[in-house]
């Protein structure tokens, strides 16, 4: 599969909770990461989405949020995947910033480049890739 999101997370539904309107679906990686979606209840029928099935969890890298220090704080966002810069491409106005989560999991975000200074994004830092679920498009193989 082909798309223009940056990340692509490939597994299978480990977690399914209908409601009338949304429903959650939790997939989870070979790899053991787990990436939480909030979709349509229409487009969860749609899709076929059962426990077990394989599916992909698709991000674009400008829905992204970038922390380099939680300090304590919880976030709303459901998901949470800390790790390490892998590496920040400094742009005029924005950055691009990769997290490797364990795993062998990469994330991709962009963020400006006046936070990529502010937070001090360098190779080698820890930071925490956050997204909503309903930033989450989830697909299944045809």
Same mark, same amino acid.
């Given at each position: 599969?082909?798309?223009?999101?940056? #990340?692509?997370?490939?597994?299978?539904?480990?977690?399914?909770?209908?409601?009338?309107? #949304?429903?959650?679906?939790? =997939?989870?990686?070979?790899?053991?990461?787990?990436?939480?979606?909030?979709?349509?209840?229409?487009?969860?029928?749609?899709?076929?989405?059962?426990?077990?099935?394989?599916?992909?969890?698709?991000?674009?890298?400008? !829905?992204?949020?970038?922390?380099?220090?939680?300090?304590?704080?919880?976030? !709303?966002?459901?998901? #949470?995947?800390?790790?390490?810069?892998?590496?920040?491409?400094?742009?005029?106005? #924005?950055?691009?910033?990769?997290?490797?989560?364990?795993?062998?999991? !990469?994330?991709?975000?962009?963020?400006?480049? @006046?936070?990529? @200074?502010?937070?001090?994004?360098?190779?080698?830092?820890?930071?925490?890739? =956050?997204?909503?679920?309903?930033?989450?498009?989830?697909?299944?193989?045809?």
């Amino acid at each position: 599969m082909k798309t223009s999101a940056r #990340n692509q997370f490939e597994g299978r539904v480990t977690a399914l909770k209908t409601g009338a309107v #949304n429903d959650e679906v939790e =997939i989870t990686t070979a790899q053991g990461v787990k990436i939480v979606a909030i979709v349509t209840h229409e487009s969860a029928v749609g899709l076929g989405l059962a426990l077990g099935k394989a599916a992909v969890a698709l991000v674009k890298a400008p !829905s992204v949020i970038v922390v380099t220090d939680g300090g304590g704080v919880r976030f !709303s966002a459901r998901n #949470n995947l800390a790790g390490t810069v892998a590496r920040v491409q400094a742009g005029a106005v #924005n950055a691009e910033v990769v997290i490797d989560v364990p795993g062998g999991v !990469s994330v991709a975000a962009i963020v400006t480049q @006046d936070s990529a @200074d502010r937070l001090g994004l360098a190779v080698g830092k820890p930071a925490t890739a =956050i997204f909503k679920a309903s930033s989450v498009i989830v697909g299944v193989p045809a």
